[in-house]
């Protein structure tokens, strides 16, 4: 895992243009083929917002109401007051529920939406393969999941909350205008005193919060990188416990999980040192406003200016005012963790874009009906050269095998008729028609056994008797009767048993040209035979490449070619040369 690949990603993806790039990540949806309910769940949720902003409204006067019917002890306007209220705190109460409710429907929507897009793209032009080749972003499982997730909630939560302050701040600042009066200061008349107040004390707290709070952001970065590093060595060990276990590797795996949970500690650490500094500043600062307000109007209600009433109505309208005006304040960690979530998800997106628009430098189109290399060269990331001029011609029917020191290229040499590689230049024509490639360590689905059989074809493709036919021809009679048996296969099964599952895959597709790349390296020479000749009896004019090391697969091929000293070369099928 490259990890400055990683953070120089992140630089390139949002420098200077964070605003604009986001934007671009959030609009899309909402000129979609979804765009109708979309909108519609979102102007039904700003409508509820700004009716809950209404009824606040409602509530300041009825909290005038309600202190000066205590002051001046009118026992019948106190009950007529507590019977609004009981209808009032009903109906706000039903539409915080809807509005909550309607917020995780779009939620949910909007998430479904993009992650299907970043499915797409991920998936797309061999994206997901290469990426990870090259090393540029690190754990795309959790920027397809959990970065994905947070960032639909948290830009909704966001946004929602920030115009509903809006509209909060407007409505009370216009009451506390009306109601906090003049007061002379240094011999000036300040009109609306208390709304100054409220600004200047929300900006001095929103200035001091981001000094203390400025490093969340990286530190936020960091804190995903290094959980996303954990889950993923934990799959690993999993994904590999029989190697661990049989190699006694448990102390050297528990030191690799600790070190990278100690990333996790220190970084934590780091956070809760910044939000412990944070915590102590807004606590404060919340505690203070609570008294804030009745402090500056107190004199005032002494001098007979305001009621009880009214002195209670600034307080309240005040701290509106100045909670409004703390928006920043109050969601400065939620802020934090939202712009980290963006960055990784705008550094895997721009990898993802580089990707489709990098010019191939081995050009690979299928024309024709016959393999065709010419002027091949192919190197590694690492600028080694591996193949050299390197022309090849394989007609329909030919059975090409392909050997050569381990190292030496031939499976690269695959890859790039497959279309996987970036490095190196050339033209490599790939014949129409049924195609498949058979790896060494084959893939198996989890699902049931006829699905990983058919993959990627649907379950259902075959009959139950084509099945049963290949299992047989594959020497795997113990599995017909598991077919319909879901199961993690590629762990129930032993290596030699995977790839001759794969063999019964391919006699299943029946592909036209077929290239194998080691793909009987786990069985013994005896299996390893009857494989290729059920291939060749049950799949007639097929076309073979086959990569593999041992000499017993001369008999099953017409030509040979070794790879050596970065030159194909051709070699007579008689000489006793290893394979």
Known sequence: MNQNAEHSAVNDAVRGHFARRVWKLITPYWKSEEKGKAWSLLVTIIVLSLASVAMSVWFNSWNRDMYNSLQEKHYEQFIQLILYFCGMAAVYIAMGVTRIYLTQMLTIRWRRWLTEKHFKQWLAHKSYYRLEQQGVTDNPDQRLSEDLRDFTSDTLSIGLGLISNIVNLVSFSVILWGISGTIELFGINIPGYMFWAAFLYALAGSLITHLLGRRLISLSNNQQRFEADLRFGLIRVRENAETIALLDGEPVENQRLSARFNQIWKNYWAIMRVQKRMNIFTNGYAQIANIFPIVVASPRYFSGAIELGVLMQVADAFGSVQGSL??????????????????????????????????????????????HIKDLDLTLGNGRQLLQNAALDVAAGDRVLLSGRSGSGKSTLLRAMGNLLTHGRGRIDMPEGRTMFMPQKPYLPIGTLREALSYPQPGDVYSQERYA???????????IERLDEPAHWQSLLSPGEQQRVAFARTLLYAPQWLYLDEATSAMDEEDEASLYQALIDELPGLTLISVGHRSSLKRFHSRHIRLEGGHLQPQAMGEATTV
Request: some cysteine; charged content about 25%.
């Open 326 to 371: 703390s928006w920043f304040i109050n969601a400065y960690t939620d802020l934090a963790t939202w712009r980290a979530t963006c960055d990784r998800l705008l550094s895997f997106r721009q990898a993802m874009d580089d990707n489709e628009q990098r010019a191939p430098g081995v050009e690979v189109k299928r024309h024709g009906h016959q393999l």
């Open 469 to 479: 036919h290949v299992l047989q021809l594959c020497r795997l009679p113990q599995l």
